[in-house]
């Protein structure tokens, strides 16, 4: 079946420490996304990435890198600088159509720092 | 800028309630897309729908209907008869580009429909 999958599922980092998010897609599409979701807020965008190769910074990128070496993936690295890493992040893709088609999204990972 | 307003934090029903949930928008583009979707306990976003600016004409679907008016900027969900498989959170999304970019999200209306 076609999707989008997101690994793992629950993630546990120590304060200090870089962690990185998979996100793989079978989907063929060109757009990918990362989501940062927080308790009553809805979604804040991190990264996007339009092509293989060339990424984007959204409105909270600061303290996250990613990179777009394949087409099906688009990880995302939690890095040391990020001050309040723990929330639930979802990846998501969509087509690049000129039509506002809909992105699909992961199950998301749900990152706690201890 | 764009930004998605859904002041309903949280909403309790009865099943076989109708309930309507709000979404009100502000852009300044005139071609623009907007969308909600609908987030299970599983955690992952599920399309439900997707609008553009130029298509005011309501939609139906099953127990779903969506009632889109650019007068007041508002693309608002109503739930016919819910069931408690309906117990979610849903968000509205407004997108003002073709490739999805500046998608912002609504902070979400939690949805419980008790037996």
């Known amino acids: 079946d076609g999707g989008i999958t997101q690994s793992p599922k629950y993630l546990f980092r120590k304060e200090g420490q870089n962690v990185t998010l998979s996100c793989e897609q079978n989907?063929?599409?060109?757009?990918m996304y990362w989501y940062r979701q927080d308790p009553g807020q809805g979604l804040r965008l991190i990264y996007y990435s339009q092509i293989v190769n060339d990424f984007q910074k959204g409105d909270i990128a600061e303290g996250y890198s990613v990179s777009r070496e394949k087409k099906e993936s688009f990880p995302l690295t939690v890095t040391s600088a990020q001050k309040n890493p723990t929330a639930f992040y979802l990846c998501?893709?969509?087509?690049?159509?000129?039509?506002?088609?809909?992105?699909?999204f992961g199950q998301g990972t749900r990152l706690t720092v201890v | 800028a764009q930004k998605v307003t859904q002041a309903q934090t949280e909403i309790s029903v009865v099943e076989k309630e109708d309930v309507t949930l709000d979404c009100v928008y502000e852009?300044?583009?005139?071609?623009?897309?907007l969308f909600w979707y609908k987030q299970p306990p599983s955690g992952e976003l599920v399309f439900l729908i997707r609008r553009n600016s130029f298509d005011e004409q309501n939609e139906i679907s099953g127990r779903y209907s969506w009632n889109f008016q650019k007068s007041t900027s508002s693309f608002n969900f109503t739930i016919t008869a819910s069931q408690v498989v309906d117990s979610a959170v849903y968000f509205c999304?407004?997108?003002?580009?073709?490739?999805?970019?500046?998608?912002?999200f609504g902070a979400g209306t939690r949805l419980t429909v008790k037996p």
């Open positions: 852009t300044r583009d005139t071609t623009y897309y």
């Open positions: 989907l063929n599409h060109d757009a």
């Open positions: 999304a407004l997108s003002g580009s073709y490739n999805n970019n500046d998608m912002r």
């Open positions: 998501a893709s969509s087509l690049r159509d000129g039509q506002g088609t809909e992105a699909f």
